[in-house]
């Protein structure tokens, strides 16, 4: 198994999500046509972390998940709304993982630099768990006029927002307004520089050795620490 698509185990299960409401996802009104449909998504999902979606072909999919070609045609209007059915899937798992793992009463119980390494190994876990190839297909298409990252984005403001709440008025001697600054400075960092690794494997620290986050959290300490305004 390719190293970066270890499964993390937090995910949920396929076929938790609605998709009857993804442009091009057609309802699937019986038990067996849902189990169909999540086989293909599984089967995308995986075959992501070793291909570009542009090299994926239906009938590999197809081929992939044991289902017929016809039967892909019959849960997706076509390629573009298969993806957009995995970007679902996608961020459902990612939500899941938010929900347990950032919860309001969770952070409470939590210092705040265990807060914040808490944020960092959430949203690191996230990027490089099985949806990784999803993550980078999407993040390819920011600049595009469906903007594929935009259903990433909204999930993203919702962990900025749980780690303000929790932390804004957290650091004696800053004001809130001054704190929450720093720390959406550092969920900006944070997501940064995961979103580079994503689409580049050259850099010193990766996620794929867990390097990347030790030098994140060193990064964030020493920013919250600072006289610095941002």
């Known amino acids: 198994m390719n190293q970066r698509s270890v499964v993390v185990a937090d995910s949920i299960e396929a076929g938790s999500f609605q998709t009857e ?51 892909f045609y019959k849960r997706f209007e076509d390629k573009e709304a298969f993806f957009r059915a995995l970007q679902a899937s996608t961020v459902a798992r990612d939500r899941k993982i938010i929900e ?11 210092a705040p630099g265990a807060v914040l390494d808490e944020m960092i190994d959430t949203l690191a876990d996230i990027f490089s768990s099985e949806v990784r190839g999803v993550l980078r ?6 600049l595009e006029p469906e903007d594929g990252w935009a259903p990433m984005r909204k999930s993203g403001k919702d962990v900025q927002q749980r780690i303000v709440d929790r932390l804004k008025t ?53 920013h919250m620490a600072s006289d610095s305004s941002y």
């Open 21 to 71: 409401a993804i442009r091009g996802v057609f309802e699937a009104r019986q038990e067996r046509s849902r189990r169909s449909r999540d086989a293909f998504i599984e089967s995308g999902i995986a075959m992501l972390n070793e291909m570009r979606f542009t090299d994926l072909k239906v009938s590999d999919v197809a081929r992939h998940c044991g289902r017929s070609v016809g039967s």
């Open 100 to 110: 347990r793992r950032l919860d309001p009463e969770r952070l409470n119980g939590l």
């Open 137 to 142: 297909e999407s993040l390819l298409r920011i």
């Open 170 to 222: 957290a650091y004696p001697g800053k004001s809130p307004t001054e704190t929450e600054r720093k720390l959406r400075f550092c969920y900006q960092i944070t997501v940064g520089v995961l979103q580079n690794d994503l689409v580049n494997d050259f850099h010193a620290f990766s996620t794929a050795d867990r390097s990347i986050r030790a030098a994140l959290k060193a990064a964030v300490a020493d």
